[in-house]
């Protein structure tokens, strides 16, 4: 077995450089730091059709369309921890990020697949132009429950309010700092 936590990052903004992969870049930075190897994913270069619901995976625990979801899951099987991120976009994640959560729903099926969510430590980013925190609620209530459900542990959230333009997060040295320690934490916790 690999010495090394694998830690995994995934960017639900179609924005490159933007505060959602600034912000999980440096919760990669944290990781990687306490020996981590760290991987990044950009959900809007992939293909990712959004579950149509023909639950053939209520049998099989596999999912019948073919796209680059399958190998992004064998990439989450791999690692301990997910840094999960998305822009607030009208209250709610972004589309790319709300079509890979739904797209877990073939391993959230069958009692055998439970493994993939239980224990996961999960790191949630989440950027907003507004000021007022509560603007994230919904996107920080919907993954509370979706991984209360999967039994994965919720292990910290970074908000980013008051931030507008690519990478304005840059200038929120306490924001970095709670990203960066949390991806420290989730890999130097036991
Ligand atoms: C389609 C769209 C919808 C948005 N909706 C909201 C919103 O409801 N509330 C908010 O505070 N910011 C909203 N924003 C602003 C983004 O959350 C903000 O610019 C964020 O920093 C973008 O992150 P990024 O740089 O990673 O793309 C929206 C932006 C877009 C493009």
Redesign the pocket.
Known sequence: MSERKQVLGIVG???RG????TLVDEVLRGAAEAGAATEKIILSALDIAPCDACDACKDSGECILADDMEELLDKMARSEVWVLGT?????GPSAQFKAFVDRWYSKAQREEDKAFFQGRRVILVV????SEVK?AQHVVGMMTDALDYVEAEFFATVLAPG??D?G?VRAQSEVLAAAYRAGREAVSKP
């Open positions: 903004s179609p924005r933007g505060n959602t992969e822009p607030v976009y009208w209250w950027p907003f132009g507004d603007t931030v507008n690519p304005e």
